[in-house]
């Protein structure tokens, strides 16, 4: 599966922006798209994902602020981030994670979109 990220860029505090991945590939029914940010010096961490079946899950810091759809045709996902801060300020990377019925669950990653939020 291969992952294209668009969106990112630079944002004021209290603006928004919007990500957007598309997966391409061999594509499996049981599946989620989501998206994972990294600070400077710091793992990977969650931020937010839905599934093939449309759950959606948020980290708290995001929660109320962050909107996470799917186009599950395209198998596209969307990131609309709101208010963000400058503690949002990381890259930005999309996950896709399917169960492979020969494999069992694999995951990839897209390249990563850099967010900066400046004060």
């Known amino acids: 599966v291969q992952l294209v990220e668009a969106g990112g860029g630079t944002v004021q505090a209290g603006g928004s922006l919007r990500l957007s991945c598309a997966a391409s590939?061999?594509?499996?029914?049981?599946?989620?798209m989501g998206w994972y940010r990294q600070f400077p010096g710091k793992q990977r961490d969650f931020v937010a994902a839905?599934?093939?079946?449309?759950?959606?899950n948020y980290t708290d810091s995001v929660k109320g602020r962050f909107i996470i759809s799917r186009d599950r045709a395209k198998n596209t996902v969307l990131l609309e981030m709101n208010d963000l801060k400058v503690e949002d300020t990381a890259v930005y990377y999309c996950?896709?994670?399917?169960?492979?019925?020969?494999?069992?669950?694999?995951?990839?990653w897209g390249q990563g979109t850099l967010v900066t939020v400046s004060s």
């Open positions: 590939g061999t594509i499996f029914g049981i599946n989620a």
């Open positions: 839905v599934t093939s079946y449309g759950g959606t």
């Open positions: 996950h896709f994670g399917q169960l492979s019925p020969r494999d069992g669950y694999v995951d990839f």
